[in-house]
């Protein structure tokens, strides 16, 4: 069955630099885009980025362009956010998905924790 | 960027209640909507995608309609494991956007 496998959260100081990771099994990793989406403590939901079966495809939000950079390893079958000057708007729970056309698959989530 | 625009933001029903939920977006999506259902601390699951299409393994008491701008989320014969947040969301350009959320409470 498809599992995804979120892990690297934790807390960091504002302007600090974090990576996610997303571990994928049970379906081929190579065929799909995957996503990352957010969701700060007690409010809604929001698409962070996503990138290409190839990786040759990425786009992000604007919350997020030129601090945040999403990359895969095919041959790892793993997904990745590096997270760079970090906000505290940025904590968040952040979850990795299978894009199927649509979010069709999610992980459990790993919380950042921006905070002085 | 399309808006998502949920209502009502809250609602309380009873076991066996029907209820709608309604999701506009502030342009022409065509069937680009997807409604997701998510409960305390777990992470959202996918039910409705493409308007109408049910996920694999929903329960078939959930059904999606609408078109172009306006969209509704439909639970009949509401069960106790119904009662979670639902987000509806466009995947048809990005950023994709999700509405706010509806939270469907027991009355």
């Known amino acids: 069955q498809v599992q995804l496998v979120e892990s690297g959260g934790g807390l960091v100081k504002p302007g600090g630099s974090l990576r996610l990771s997303c571990a994928a099994s049970?379906?081929?990793?190579?065929?799909?885009?995957m996503t990352w989406i957010r969701q700060a403590p007690g409010k809604g939901l929001e698409w962070v980025a996503y990138?290409?079966?190839?990786?040759?495809?990425?786009d992000y939000a604007h919350s997020v362009k030129g601090r945040f950079t999403i990359s895969r390893d095919n041959t790892e079958k793993s997904l990745y956010l590096q997270m760079d000057s970090l906000r505290a708007e940025d904590t968040a729970v952040y979850y990795c998905?299978?894009?199927?056309?649509?979010?069709?698959?999610w992980g459990q989530g790993t919380l950042v924790t921006v905070s002085s | 960027d399309i808006q998502m625009t949920q209502s009502p933001s809250s609602l309380s029903a009873s076991v066996g209640d029907s209820v709608t939920l309604t999701c506009r977006s502030s342009q022409n999506i065509t069937d680009y909507l997807n409604w997701f259902q998510q409960k305390p601390g777990t992470a959202p699951k996918l039910l409705i995608f493409?308007?109408?299409s049910l996920q694999s393994g929903v329960p078939s008491r959930f059904s999606g309609s609408g078109s172009g701008t306006d969209f509704t989320l439909t639970v009949s014969s509401l069960q106790p494991e119904d009662f979670a947040t639902y987000y509806c969301?466009?995947?048809?350009?990005?950023?994709?956007?999700f509405g706010q959320g509806t939270k469907l409470g027991i009355k």
């Open positions: 493409g308007v109408s």
């Open positions: 990138i290409s079966s190839s990786g040759f495809t990425i």
């Open positions: 049970g379906f081929i990793f190579s065929d799909y885009y």
């Open positions: 969301m466009q995947s048809y350009r990005t950023p994709y956007t």
């Open positions: 998905a299978r894009e199927g056309g649509r979010p069709d698959y």
